[in-house]
């Protein structure tokens, strides 16, 4: 079975703080993907990426960064968290035909103060 | 751009009934791949059934199957005999066939509720 993990299941935060959210795939997948979701508004892609340094922005990448230094790792950074940055993050990978599923973590729950 | 609309934000029914989740899309691209995901309460989104654009033939996946209608753009996903363990959001997603357009677009989702 595919597995995506993230590295906090919650998380806390104060304005201003660096954030690192961190997504581990263990299937080699090309592709991994940043969303948000929030009530009402479904899933927002962040950021994706289809190869190792690889990125591309998504829907709203305001706020964010990634970093994939490594293929089976996917990190998400806030360079200063903000309150409107509370959401619920989750990570996804697959591989590179569109007809392929993505394959998703449990969530981050991130609450910034 | 893509845009999935999901019009019910909240659809339930009665164990062992039938329920129906309607998804449209609005696309200019005549190659592109339809899915629904379901995201149980606190637990992984999952993938529960896919359709291929140039198939005509609509996917079936045990109780879940789609009704797609390419000339009015709708996907909508038809549960039977539905079970407790279905009660979730469900998602609908589009993703382009352009292979080198990995990123899928997802609407608002439909939170099932079912009733014992």
């Known amino acids: 079975d595919v597995k995506v993990t993230q590295s906090s299941r919650y998380l806390v935060k104060r304005t201003g703080e660096k954030v690192f959210l961190e997504c581990v795939q263990d299937?080699?997948?090309?592709?991994m993907f940043w969303y948000r979701q929030d009530p009402g508004l479904g899933l927002r892609l962040i950021y994706f990426s289809y190869d190792v340094k690889m990125k591309e922005k998504g829907d709203i990448p305001e706020g964010y960064s990634v970093s994939r230094e490594k293929k089976e790792r996917f990190s998400l950074i806030l360079e200063s968290a903000s309150t409107n940055q509370t959401s619920m993050y989750l990570c996804a990978s697959s591989p590179p035909r569109p007809w392929d599923t993505q394959y998703f973590g449990p969530g981050t729950r991130l609450t910034v103060l | 751009a893509q845009t999935v609309t999901q019009s019910q934000p909240e659809m339930s029914v009665q164990e062992a009934e039938t329920v129906t989740l309607s998804c449209t899309y609005d696309t200019s691209e005549s190659d592109y791949y339809l899915f629904w995901y379901k995201q149980p309460p606190s637990r992984q989104m999952i993938l529960v059934i896919r359709?291929?654009?140039?198939?005509?033939q609509n996917a079936t996946e045990n109780r879940f199957s789609v009704n797609f209608q390419k000339a009015a753009k709708s996907f909508s996903l038809k549960i039977s005999d539905s079970q407790l363990g279905d009660a979730a959001m469900y998602f609908c997603?589009?993703?382009?066939?352009?292979?080198?357009?990995?990123?899928?677009?997802f609407g608002d989702g439909t939170t099932l509720t079912v009733k014992p």
């Open positions: 359709q291929e654009a140039y198939k005509q």
């Open positions: 299937m080699d997948h090309e592709n």
């Open positions: 997603a589009y993703r382009s066939g352009n292979t080198n357009a990995g990123k899928s677009t």
